[in-house]
């Protein structure tokens, strides 16, 4: 028998009942949309009670963002991660803006610090297909993510400590190691209608 990922086993510890694999593939749906579309929007109306279906929750897009505290110094390490962004993401990024000025890191208003991507329909599905099945497992020491990361929205936030966990970044070819945030937003009833989503395309969150 094939051994079980570091995902399958977070996952197993975490749900009960899992929705079926997705049996019918639309042209032009990534794996992960074809899969809520046949069987994940079923299985959580059934398993959370719902009786309209408008009331199933469902991901509206996921942000990614990097902070790159060099380019108070230096603006062209910005165009590098830039770049090392977009290939994580498969959509070009942007380059982000001090909202104040802080004076004590010599900070002014408008000074391009960071880069972000916002994700929608297929590429937000296909990033989190490789978000799961790919990236996280190549976390080191991964224990799995916490189910405490969720805002009052619904919305769910973490961190990833080193972006090479992408197999699209070449190690060799980068200057620095980053981390990088990500926001999945979600437009759910509750959290815990979001946590279900979420586990349903097996997101390896534990209790804590």
């Known amino acids: 028998m094939p051994k079980e990922t ?4 977070a996952v197993k510890k975490t749900t009960v009942k899992k929705p079926a694999a997705a049996t019918t593939k639309v042209e032009g749906l990534s794996h992960y949309q074809n899969m809520y579309r046949d069987t994940v929007h079923a299985y959580l109306m059934k398993e959370l009670g719902l009786k309209n279906v ?6 509206k897009k996921i942000v990614l963002n990097m902070g790159v ?8 390490i910005l165009n590098s991660v830039q770049e090392e962004l977009s290939l994580i993401a498969g959509q070009k990024a942007v380059q982000t803006r001090a909202k104040k000025s802080i004076a004590g890191f010599k900070i002014r208003q408008g000074m391009k610090l960071g880069v972000k991507v916002t994700l929608r329909k297929r590429r937000m599905y296909e990033f989190l297909e490789r978000l799961v099945n790919i990236a ?3 976390v080191r020491d991964f224990r799995g993510l916490s189910a405490r990361s969720f805002d009052p929205q619904g919305n769910y936030s973490f961190g990833i400590k080193e972006h090479i966990v992408f197999p699209e970044i070449n ?4 200057s620095k190691i980053r981390g990088l945030d990500v926001t999945i937003c979600i437009e759910s009833g509750s ?8 586990k349903a395309f097996y997101m390896p969150i534990g209790q804590g």
């Open 136 to 138: 996280l497992p190549r």
């Open 6 to 9: 570091v995902t399958e086993k």
């Open 69 to 76: 505290v060099e380019a108070v110094t230096d603006n062209k």
């Open 54 to 59: 408008h009331e199933v929750p469902k991901i």
């Open 171 to 174: 190690y060799d070819a980068i």
């Open 191 to 198: 959290k815990e209608h979001s946590l279900a989503l979420l």
